[in-house]
T-cell receptor, first 115, second 114 residues
Framework: GENVEQHPSTLSVQEGDSAVIKCTYSDSASNYFPWYKQELGKRPQLIIDIRSNVGEKKDQRIAVTLNKTAKHFSLHITETQPEDSAVYFCAAKGTMTSGTYKYIFGTGTRLKVLA | EAGVAQSPRYKIIEKRQSVAFWCNPISGHATLYWYQQILGQGPKLLIQFQNNGVVDDSQLPKDRFSAERLKGVDSTLKIQPAKLEDSAVYLC????????????FGPGTRLTVL
């Protein structure tokens, strides 16, 4: 079945450095790729997303890149701050043969920003 | 705009007992999802509703899990009987229109099965 692989599972960076999280998807029909931030005990919050007709999207310190040929996409956080510490999940949305769609989530990356 | 509401927030039961979770999506949202998030893993879709119809329940363990959304608004997810491996956070999410990309998540219900 479809799956999304996410790496690394944990990432520690010094405050002010950049962090990169990578995801690979298997369903070539996937056309929407959101990234969620989940703080301990809280709900996942959408932080940025990208559609398959775009190669890159940026929102202040956060950017996402998509390589459809290689079927991978990445989250880039620049000038990291302690409040960026959380678990980050990628997801891929694909259309099923029934015409409906589903989201497949990655396994998460625990980011720790060291002050 | 009020967010997705879920209750209870926490539940502790013994194995073989039954439990039910409730979700009220954002007003007017047609699509509702139930996810299971085991500690250290990403959310896994259990069931997806479009209004009051099921569009995907391929990963729902139907021998013990059931869900309904009778009036196309709020939804309940039931586990009967519970197993130890059902310990997880159960997240509800909704989307405003059919085939809209953005999902809004509720706070989740943390279930512990002893």
């Amino acid at each position: 079945g479809e799956n999304v692989e996410q790496h690394p599972s944990t990432l520690s960076v010094q405050e002010g450095d950049s962090a990169v999280i990578k995801c690979t998807y298997s369903d070539s029909a996937s056309n929407y790729f959101p990234w969620y931030k989940q703080e301990l005990g809280k709900r996942p919050q959408l932080i940025i997303d990208i559609r398959s007709n775009v190669g890159e999207k940026k929102d202040q310190r956060i950017a996402v890149t998509l390589n459809k040929t290689a079927k991978h996409f990445s989250l880039h956080i620049t000038e990291t701050q302690p409040e960026d510490s959380a678990v980050y999940f990628c997801a891929a949305k694909g259309t099923m043969t029934s015409g409906t769609y589903k989201y497949i989530f990655g396994t998460g990356t625990r980011l720790k920003v060291l002050a | 705009e009020a967010g997705v509401a879920q209750s209870p927030r926490y539940k502790i039961i013994e194995k073989r007992q039954s439990v039910a979770f409730w979700c009220n999506p954002i007003s007017g949202h047609a699509t509702l999802y139930w996810y299971q998030q085991i500690l250290g893993q990403g959310p896994k879709l259990l069931i997806q509703f479009q209004n009051n119809g099921v569009v995907d329940d391929s990963q729902l363990p139907k021998d013990r899990f059931s869900a309904e959304r009778l009036k196309g608004v709020d939804s309940t997810l039931k586990i009967q009987p519970a197993k130890l491996e059902d310990s997880a956070v159960y997240l509800c999410a909704s989307s405003p229109r059919p085939y809209t990309d953005t999902q809004y998540f509720g706070p989740g219900t943390r279930l512990t099965v002893l």
